[in-house]
């Protein structure tokens, strides 16, 4: 008779659910862009994620679906593999109690059954494989603390090679694991010493960033071929730079966010006994070393996220370690309590727990789970046929951005256009490599030129379509399209969709065309777009904050007040909705709202010139010319060419 281990049968079940789930091609977001680095072997984006590319390039040679659908599988495989070491962590809690084995599988299902863990592994992504390797280095870690010298060398190793992987695995492992060698080293233990060899072996996979970029694959951000590229790809330089705004920034309001979301995926009973299973392991001598690693990784992920990262967030990509935690720590509260009800009834206690720990769960964000389609290879398919032969295309969205980079250099679809990232325009290396594929001159004012719509401003004239917009060769007043086919074609390449992530790109599609009509004038079919995008996307804050400028701009403040009071109800957080809220209450006489949501616009954009520009009105209408004049210069400090500012300057001129 052949018997299975029952972590067998949670590895098999974990690695068939995501695969039964799995996103069936290409993806939105990076999904493309890892795809294609993984495939050519190429510099993904940072921080490279070396021994992921290479692990992902074998798994694209299984002849099994496309490329994406491959390295899709491989994220399957990481989830599971974490699934299966949160049981096994519980379960070696107590190895000969029936109760831990059902304690475990909670701790499994946990894992599985949350949004951000689930999405992770069932789409093209680094981090489903990294949490399962950070869950290894915290169980190897724990056997370290207690002097498993082969354990510490496999950490040292792991270490070493985490800089292949996610950062996630190096900052929140690799404090600790360092204070664990020197401890031990100084305890008397040799292996510290053989682990700093183990740990540059590891390590050694950095090799590969340079060495890929010297042979200019399709995929090579940042060309680091050089020590100094190397380093700042791997210490995400250019990212910094980007979003150094957003970093250590707001960060109380972020952790609220990041526990906001924590409850929503995996409900608060899974929070609460997490935190018990904690405090009981802490608690216990013999699960000391486990209670703190797993306090410790859970502190420095929520840190992480919303210190460092907040603008990942929204977009499932920050929680995986504090899932991971989670679920250990429910697993390990699900056997403290149960047995204290005795050895009999302990294992059906635990099983009766881990149902109803992981049900809400997993019926939790069932769209996110099972909406995944073919909508992003349908839209980023839509934008290279829209290009005319020789055209070039200037994306800003890493959804067109990676999902094209996936089409060309993939897929082979249309190598004669030449797609260029706005916000990499900067980078000559980049830029040349992509004319250079596409055989194109870095100067040609005859080829067709399209746009993304994005944050930047659109050109003018400029001639929408879907996905892309149509820049003429020469000037000219050209009428706009007609609006009705257009948003029949977002439709037409969106729809249905049950994936939010498909609704919201869809959604601003719409708001993009609105806002293309708004600046033409036609403000009829500007509304009718935003109502539209409202309906794919109930409360979308970019459709009612311009539907509101819109109702304002006919007359009806009051009605564009309710639209950007219910954005501000969502999501307090909102810059644009705070300050025309303010704006809004101004102009309807209510000076101590306009001044208290002027204010709040301020926290939320310290930079910005508007806000206090919008005080210093509040102060000329209560006749405070002094706090007026004092706000002003404050807002000249920051921007004194804003619009506001220079008509409030020429208000106040004696």
């Not at 390590?203 to 590229?229: F, M």
């Not at 005795?342 to 809400?360: D, E, F, I, K, T």
């Not at 746009?451 to 001639?463: A, K, Q, R, S």
């Amino acid at each position: 008779m052949i018997r299975v281990s029952l972590g067998a049968v949670v590895f098999v079940a974990a690695f068939a659910l995501f695969v039964a789930c799995a996103a069936p091609g290409l993806y939105w977001r990076d999904a493309g862009e890892l795809s294609t680095a993984a495939f050519t072997l190429g510099v993904a984006h940072p921080t490279g994620f070396a021994l992921w590319c290479l692990l992902c390039k074998a798994a694209t040679l299984v002849p099994v679906g496309e490329v994406a659908t491959r390295v899709t599988f491989f994220s399957a495989l990481g989830g599971a593999a974490a699934a299966w070491l949160a049981y096994r962590a519980v379960r070696g809690l107590a190895h000969d109690e029936p109760a831990a084995a059902a304690a475990g599988v909670a701790a499994a299902a946990l894992t599985v059954a949350g949004v951000t863990f689930f999405r992770a592994a069932t789409v093209p992504e680094v981090y489903a494989p990294t949490a399962a390797a950070l869950l290894l280095g915290v169980l190897l870690l724990v056997r370290a603390v207690d002097g498993d010298r082969r354990a510490g060398i496999a950490l040292a190793l792991l270490g070493g090679l985490s800089f292949g992987l996610h950062a996630h695995l190096r900052l929140l492992v690799g404090p600790a694991a360092i204070v664990v060698a020197l401890w031990r080293l100084r305890r008397g233990d040799r292996w510290p010493l053989v682990a700093t060899t183990a740990l540059a072996l590891g390590a050694a996979v950095v090799a590969y960033l340079p060495l890929r970029a010297a042979r200019a694959p399709a995929a090579d951000w940042s060309d680091p071929r050089t020590l100094g590229g190397v380093v700042a790809h791997l210490s995400a330089e250019r990212i910094r730079h980007a979003f150094v705004g957003e970093m250590f920034h707001r960060v109380g309001a972020h952790l609220a966010l990041f526990a906001r979301l924590a409850e929503a995926q995996l409900g608060l009973p899974a929070l609460l006994c997490a935190l018990g299973g904690l405090v009981w392991l802490c608690a216990n001598p013999r699960f000391r070393a486990l209670g703190l690693v797993l306090a410790l990784v859970l502190v420095g992920d929520a840190l992480y996220s919303a210190a460092l990262n907040p603008m990942a967030l929204d977009d499932l990509q920050d929680g995986h370690p504090t899932a991971l935690v989670i679920a250990l720590g429910a697993g390990a509260g699900v056997l403290a309590v149960a047995r204290r009800l005795g050895r009999r009834a302990a294992p059906w206690a635990a099983g009766a727990m881990a149902v109803l720990l992981s049900v809400p769960a997993a019926l939790a964000d069932v769209d996110y789970k099972l909406g995944l389609g073919h909508e992003a290879r349908a839209w980023s398919d839509a934008a290279l046929a829209e290009a005319p032969p020789r055209a070039r295309v200037l994306v800003e969205s890493d959804d067109l951005a990676a999902g094209t980079t996936y089409e060309q250099y993939v897929a082979g679809a249309r190598p004669d256009v030449a797609v260029l990232v706005r916000q990499h325009a900067w980078d000559r290396t980049e830029t040349a490599a992509r004319l250079r594929r596409a055989d194109a001159r870095a100067v040609d004012e005859s080829a067709p030129l399209l746009w993304e719509p994005g944050l930047d401003p659109l050109p003018d004239p400029v001639t929408p379509d879907v996905p892309l917009y149509h820049v003429p060769a020469h000037g000219g007043d050209e009428a706009l399209p007609a609006a009705r086919p257009l948003a029949e074609r977002v439709a037409a390449l969106l729809t249905p969709a049950r994936d939010p992530t498909t609704r919201l790109i869809e959604c601003e599609a719409l708001v993009a065309l609105g806002r293309a009509y708004l600046a033409h004038g036609d403000a009829t079919r500007a509304v009718a777009l935003f109502e539209t995008a409202l309906a794919v996307r109930p409360g979308d804050a970019a459709a009612s904050v311009d539907l509101a400028v819109v109702r304002a701009r006919g007359g009806d403040v009051r009605g564009a007040l309710a639209l950007v009071d219910g954005v501000i109800a969502r999501d307090p957080d909102r810059y644009l909705a705070r300050l025309n809220a303010a704006r809004y209450r101004f102009v309807l006489g209510d000076l101590d709202g306009a001044a208290r949501d002027f204010a709040a616009a301020h926290a939320l954009a310290d930079h910005a010139a508007a806000p206090l520009a919008g005080e210093a009105r509040v102060a000329v209408a209560r006749g405070d010319r002094p706090a007026a004049l004092a706000k002003l210069r404050a807002a000249e400090q920051l921007d004194k060419n804003d619009a506001d500012v220079r008509a409030l300057r020429k208000e106040l001129e004696p």
